[in-house]
């Protein structure tokens, strides 16, 4: 008897164990969050009382020059900038262009001017790219004015060389054009900002 007893207990010890080895509870969930990303539109037009629009006003030209003679200035050229995107964009960079006879080209002096702030006024072949760095907000707008000239002329950079100074209108001091070699020729100028958003 007291072995039935025995076996008896074993059994239920081992049945008890097995009882507990297959039962088990796991609780599971899971989280998500989510943003839907939304890019915007950048556009920036060019407006002008002087100059005719094209390429979504994104180019603007202004009727050409002359003939001239040696001492001369085409007007300060006003130019505004209009952020018609839906976000704002940075002004980057004011790059001065050219393409034509490379002797008249190197004889042209030219101011440019953005936010009362001179971006470059000497000749016209050392210009290159200048850094005009600032937010254009949406619906915002900007300016910058260019002239180009030979001789003392009037100019929104008059006297003032130096870049970043406040522009003061006055007379801006370079030699007129000079050689029967730039006789009857043809230079175009051009003012490139790049933007960013």
């Not at 890019?39 to 180019?59: Q, Y």
Request: charge should be negative; include cysteine; charged fraction near 5%.
């Amino acid at each position: 008897m007291f072995r039935k007893l025995a076996t008896l207990g074993v059994a239920s010890v081992v049945g008890i164990s097995l009882i507990g080895a297959g039962v088990a509870a796991t609780f599971t969930q899971t989280t998500q969050s989510s943003q839907a990303i939304n890019v915007g539109t950048m556009h920036v037009s060019l407006s002008s009382a002087t100059g005719t629009p094209s390429n979504s006003n994104e180019t603007l030209t202004f009727d050409a020059f002359g003939p001239t003679g040696s001492t001369f200035t085409t007007g300060d050229h006003a130019v505004t900038i209009t952020n018609d995107g839906n976000i704002p964009v940075l002004e980057l960079v004011a790059t001065i262009g050219s393409s034509g006879d490379p002797t008249l080209i190197s004889q042209l002096y030219v101011c440019e001017v953005s936010s009362g702030t001179v971006i470059y006024n000497g000749l016209l072949s050392n210009g290159g790219s200048q850094n005009i760095q600032g937010t254009l907000a949406v619906n915002a707008t900007d300016g910058y004015i260019i002239n180009v000239y030979a001789g003392n002329s009037t100019t929104a950079c008059g006297a003032v060389t130096t870049v970043g100074a406040t522009a003061v209108a006055g007379t801006s001091t370079a030699p007129s054009l000079t050689g029967t070699a730039v006789q009857g020729k043809t230079a175009t100028v051009s003012l490139t900002v790049s933007y960013s958003a």
